[in-house]
Nanobody, 117 residues
Protein backbone atom coordinates (compact mmCIF):
# COMPACT_ATOMS: atom_id res chain seq x y z
CA UNK A 1 0.00 0.00 0.00
CA UNK A 2 1.43 3.33 -1.10
CA UNK A 3 1.16 6.18 1.39
CA UNK A 4 1.88 9.83 0.77
CA UNK A 5 2.17 12.40 3.53
CA UNK A 6 2.43 16.11 2.79
CA UNK A 7 3.79 18.77 5.09
CA UNK A 8 4.92 22.38 4.95
CA UNK A 9 1.71 24.26 4.26
CA UNK A 10 0.65 27.31 6.21
CA UNK A 11 -0.20 30.98 6.12
CA UNK A 12 2.14 33.32 4.27
CA UNK A 13 1.97 36.91 3.09
CA UNK A 14 1.86 37.71 -0.59
CA UNK A 15 5.35 37.68 -2.01
CA UNK A 16 6.50 35.08 0.49
CA UNK A 17 7.83 31.57 0.05
CA UNK A 18 6.93 28.10 1.27
CA UNK A 19 8.34 24.65 0.69
CA UNK A 20 6.07 21.64 0.65
CA UNK A 21 7.30 18.12 1.24
CA UNK A 22 5.72 14.78 0.38
CA UNK A 23 7.11 11.65 1.97
CA UNK A 24 6.24 8.42 0.16
CA UNK A 25 6.24 4.89 1.50
CA UNK A 26 5.28 1.52 0.14
CA UNK A 27 6.25 2.20 -3.44
CA UNK A 28 9.24 1.93 -5.73
CA UNK A 29 9.62 5.67 -5.38
CA UNK A 30 12.47 6.18 -7.81
CA UNK A 31 10.59 4.50 -10.67
CA UNK A 32 7.52 6.73 -10.46
CA UNK A 33 6.74 10.19 -11.68
CA UNK A 34 5.44 12.37 -8.85
CA UNK A 35 3.01 15.24 -9.06
CA UNK A 36 1.71 18.15 -7.05
CA UNK A 37 -1.91 19.18 -7.55
CA UNK A 38 -3.91 21.92 -5.89
CA UNK A 39 -7.57 22.66 -5.35
CA UNK A 40 -8.88 26.10 -4.50
CA UNK A 41 -12.34 26.61 -2.99
CA UNK A 42 -15.03 26.19 -5.63
CA UNK A 43 -12.54 25.13 -8.30
CA UNK A 44 -11.45 21.86 -9.83
CA UNK A 45 -8.25 20.19 -8.78
CA UNK A 46 -5.43 21.22 -11.12
CA UNK A 47 -1.99 19.84 -11.88
CA UNK A 48 0.72 22.18 -10.65
CA UNK A 49 3.98 20.35 -11.33
CA UNK A 50 5.34 16.94 -12.32
CA UNK A 51 8.75 15.40 -11.92
CA UNK A 52 9.49 12.20 -13.80
CA UNK A 53 11.71 9.34 -12.69
CA UNK A 54 14.59 10.81 -14.71
CA UNK A 55 14.18 14.21 -13.06
CA UNK A 56 12.57 16.07 -15.94
CA UNK A 57 9.92 18.56 -14.85
CA UNK A 58 6.76 20.20 -16.12
CA UNK A 59 4.77 23.09 -14.68
CA UNK A 60 1.42 24.73 -15.05
CA UNK A 61 1.73 28.07 -16.82
CA UNK A 62 0.44 29.85 -13.73
CA UNK A 63 3.43 28.76 -11.63
CA UNK A 64 6.28 28.66 -14.15
CA UNK A 65 9.26 30.62 -12.94
CA UNK A 66 7.95 30.71 -9.36
CA UNK A 67 7.62 27.06 -8.30
CA UNK A 68 10.23 24.34 -8.43
CA UNK A 69 9.56 20.63 -8.02
CA UNK A 70 12.40 18.36 -6.96
CA UNK A 71 12.90 14.90 -5.55
CA UNK A 72 15.26 13.07 -3.24
CA UNK A 73 15.09 9.39 -4.10
CA UNK A 74 17.25 8.43 -1.12
CA UNK A 75 14.66 10.01 1.20
CA UNK A 76 11.61 8.96 -0.87
CA UNK A 77 10.53 12.58 -0.79
CA UNK A 78 9.33 15.08 -3.35
CA UNK A 79 9.37 18.83 -2.74
CA UNK A 80 7.62 21.87 -4.08
CA UNK A 81 9.43 25.14 -3.53
CA UNK A 82 6.96 27.98 -3.97
CA UNK A 83 8.28 31.52 -4.34
CA UNK A 84 6.59 34.85 -4.92
CA UNK A 85 3.29 33.52 -3.70
CA UNK A 86 0.10 35.41 -4.42
CA UNK A 87 -3.53 35.09 -3.39
CA UNK A 88 -4.32 32.91 -6.43
CA UNK A 89 -1.99 30.26 -5.01
CA UNK A 90 -4.28 29.75 -2.01
CA UNK A 91 -5.44 26.13 -2.14
CA UNK A 92 -5.09 22.71 -0.66
CA UNK A 93 -2.02 21.12 -2.20
CA UNK A 94 -1.96 17.37 -2.82
CA UNK A 95 0.84 14.99 -3.60
CA UNK A 96 -0.02 12.34 -6.21
CA UNK A 97 1.59 9.29 -7.72
CA UNK A 98 0.52 6.74 -10.29
CA UNK A 99 2.38 3.70 -9.08
CA UNK A 100 3.68 1.63 -11.99
CA UNK A 101 3.78 -1.57 -9.93
CA UNK A 102 0.22 -1.53 -8.60
CA UNK A 103 -1.11 0.50 -11.58
CA UNK A 104 -3.12 2.65 -9.17
CA UNK A 105 -3.39 6.30 -8.30
CA UNK A 106 -2.53 7.44 -4.77
CA UNK A 107 -3.12 10.78 -3.09
CA UNK A 108 -1.90 12.40 0.07
CA UNK A 109 -4.27 13.98 2.54
CA UNK A 110 -3.43 17.50 1.38
CA UNK A 111 -1.86 20.50 3.02
CA UNK A 112 -3.44 23.95 3.16
CA UNK A 113 -1.58 26.93 1.72
CA UNK A 114 -3.10 30.33 2.41
CA UNK A 115 -1.62 33.49 0.97
CA UNK A 116 -2.77 36.74 2.54
CA UNK A 117 -2.75 39.89 0.45
Amino acid sequence: QVQLRESGGGLVQAGGNLRLSCAASGSTFGDNAMDWYRQAPGKQRELVATISSDGSTKYADSVKGRFTISRDNAQNTVYLQMNSLNADDTAVYYCHVFDIVTMRHYWGQGTQVTVSS
